[in-house]
């Protein structure tokens, strides 16, 4: 529950304004209830008193791709991947910001470096995916989704996605 995770960090940050986990933290859980605004500043807080951390960064290119300033997102998200590229969560977030621009082809280019780096990441697996479906791929999109299912057997969404995307794969 993002609200009740909210109350914690809130408390820790109480007693120590400067903690960057947990305004990262309080970001994540503010993004997850929709709270944009405000997760942006807590994202904000925490690059600038760590200018370094990526996953700070990183919450913060997050937040500004779901705020629709895709430009700026990807920025954010070249920016870390400068810094390291090896990075996973953010060519995977980069490719969620591509994917929500309507640029496939990009999205799956992005997917394809997260997997890369990471190659057990279920998030990045099926939403290439879903990408791969937009292509009209069905073939690439199923092989995706069983990979998903291999990896979390019980992914709702993965399990949904299959189903339809056998169905329309005649």
């Keep these: 529950k993002p609200d009740d995770a909210l109350v914690y960090f809130?408390?820790?940050?109480?007693g120590d304004p400067r903690y960057v986990r947990a305004l990262c933290g309080a970001g994540n859980a503010l993004m997850d209830m929709g709270r944009?605004?405000?997760a942006r500043e807590q994202f904000?807080?925490?690059v600038r008193l760590a200018p370094d951390d990526l996953d700070a960064l990183n919450g913060l290119a997050t937040v500004t791709a779901r705020?629709?300033?895709?430009?700026?997102?990807l920025q954010l998200f070249a920016e870390i991947l400068e810094r390291d590229p090896t990075y996973a969560a953010a060519h995977m977030n980069m490719g969620n910001t591509y994917l929500t621009m309507g640029k496939v082809d990009d999205a799956i280019a992005a997917y394809r470096k997260a997997l890369e780096?990471?190659?057990?990441?279920p998030d990045a697996r099926y939403n290439m995916g879903v990408a791969e479906v937009m292509r009209?791929?069905?073939?690439?999109?199923?092989?995706?989704f069983q990979a998903v299912?291999?990896?979390k057997p019980n992914h709702r969404d993965a399990q949904r996605s299959l189903a339809a995307t056998l169905i329309k794969a005649g």
């Design 149 to 151: 299912l291999c990896l």
């Design 36 to 38: 944009l605004d405000e």
């Design 117 to 121: 780096y990471d190659p057990n990441n």
């Design 44 to 46: 904000q807080r925490a």
């Design 67 to 73: 705020r629709n300033h895709f430009k700026e997102a």
């Design 10 to 14: 809130r408390r820790a940050l109480a």
């Design 136 to 144: 009209g791929k069905f073939d690439q999109a199923v092989s995706c």
